[in-house]
Each structure stands twice: as structure tokens, then as C-alpha cells.
């Protein structure tokens, strides 16, 4: 299964992941994965960094080349109040999001 694979089913079932970014160990509320530029990108919420729960959750954006190890974790999520997937930033291609 791609990285994309894996957190297109995360989204669905409004899953975290767990991931590698930046030699970065993270838990993140994915909500879309889009391409911008021709390349693809995943925002979501990181829940956790190095095993520590982040008091002020934000929306970031993750290029996925250069995520690793990427796997569902069994830790659902809602949606971020005031997410928009119609936001234009989204627009070059068809995105899954939350919904």
C-alpha cells in the first residue's frame, strides 16, 4: 500500500497516522491530501510529536516525499472546527478530505 493509499484510508475513516517527517516521530489528524504544483501534499493536525501530546493542535502541511513510515494508528479524530476543503489552496486537483 503507497503512503497516499494509506492515508486516503485514514481520512476516511477519520483516523490518526503515525509518521517520520523531518526525523520527526508524529501522530496527525490527516484531512486532506491534495496536489499543489504537481507534487503531493497532506494537511492535517499534528496530536503528537516525539510522544508528547501538543497542547495547541494546528493545522500543518506535510509534502509527502518526505514522509517514512507511515502507518494508521488504531486513535480516531474530528475534523478541526473551521476546516474548509473547498479552501482554493486545494483547488489543482481533485482532493479526499474529511468531511
Known sequence: MT??????????S???IELT??????????HILYTRHGAPFMD?????????????PRLA???????????VIDRSFEPMAGFDASD???SE???SSVG
Do not use: H
Open 88 to 90: 482554493q489552496k486545494y
Open 21 to 30: 517527517y523531518n526525523n520527526m516521530r508524529l501522530k496527525v489528524a490527516p
Open 3 to 12: 503512503d497516499s493509499e494509506i492515508i486516503r484510508d485514514a481520512i476516511a
Open 93 to 95: 486537483s481533485p482532493p
Open 14 to 16: 477519520k483516523r490518526c
Open 61 to 71: 502541511t506535510f509534502k509527502l516525499a518526505g514522509l517514512r513510515e507511515v502507518a
Open 44 to 56: 492535517g493536525v499534528p496530536v503528537e510529536r516525539e510522544g508528547k501530546e501538543l497542547n495547541d
